[in-house]
């Protein structure tokens, strides 16, 4: 007998040959291979065959991607706000959505889960589906605060989150009680100087704005002030207003009505620079250069969503932000419309919590 390798096999596979055997013998050994090869799906194709394979995979794949977005959505889209209804978010969420509505032809339904000072919401997004029928309110709290100063979070707002874009922002105000005999920022500082660890300032708890924005007055002006954390702004500015407290950071819409009626007085804005919406206040950083905290929201989608559905997402978001009637609704709430691209935002994002961290450090704030 011989032993002959047959082409197309692997390197273990042979066929016995006897040099005795007739063409019926030789025909069965042919039949016998062809089944074998076929058991074995050993692929016979040229490389320019499977080149052509290659490159019409790509050409039906790419080609879903774009049916896809052009069929998309088929189906109401969800907008998790991580926190209740009726906060500065839910108002901002139920302006974008509505027109988020009218342009993608579907309804944008605001799904507000708030708790834990936005995780609960913000875990719903990240566990989503990645279909682009899931989108995120972002806060400055879930995703520049708690990422710079929790220990641990159940979720990575850089892994988990694809950015769409900032949505708005807002400056808070600096305001204090009107027997504290303090019309200025600088007059602030000095008294707090004078009287170390006598000033006493109020927040809505630990590791919020408010919280945020006395601990940087203490840093940058050097001085020891006393933090008295509440469960909401209303108690906090009532107390002030009280005496109980010396001075409070909040958001203009809370502050304002109080300081018309001469009940607190308003020195500052905390944005860095003038905010348009309150022109004759001057920014605290014109006193204390460095100093800015403010409240800003954006949008993000769960990682892994088709290009082509987070592209559409993001020019329908930033037609919606640059729409007339969008930014005279924010702007009756106190709030700047702020539309950016995609790496803008995440560079943002990425600054800020490298900032609170630091502030974080300085002033030996940790969230448990």
Known sequence: MRHTRREGLPSDVRCTVPHDTDSSDHAEVRDATRQLRAKTMIPRQSPP???FLACSACTLWLGYGAASAQSYPARPVRFIVPSPPGGSPDILARIISQRLTEQLGQQVVVDNRGGASGVIGVEAAARAAPDGYTMLFVTSTAFST???????L????EKDFLPLSRIAWVANVMTVNVKLG???VADLVRLAKERPGQLNYGSAGIGSPAHLAGAMFDVLAGVHTVHVPYKGAALAITDMIGG??????TSPLVAMPHGRAGRVKVLATTGSQRDPLLPDLPPVAETLPGYEVVQWWGAALPARTPAPVTQRLQRELLGALNAPEVRAAMSKNGATAHPESPAEFAAFMKSERARIAKLGRQANIVLD
């Open 244 to 249: 109980q407290l010396q001075f409070f950071v």
């Open 182 to 184: 303090v019309n200025t």
């Open 146 to 152: 708690l990422p710079a100063l929790k220990r641990s």
């Open 49 to 51: 065959r499977l080149l």
């Open 154 to 157: 159940p979720f990575d707002v």
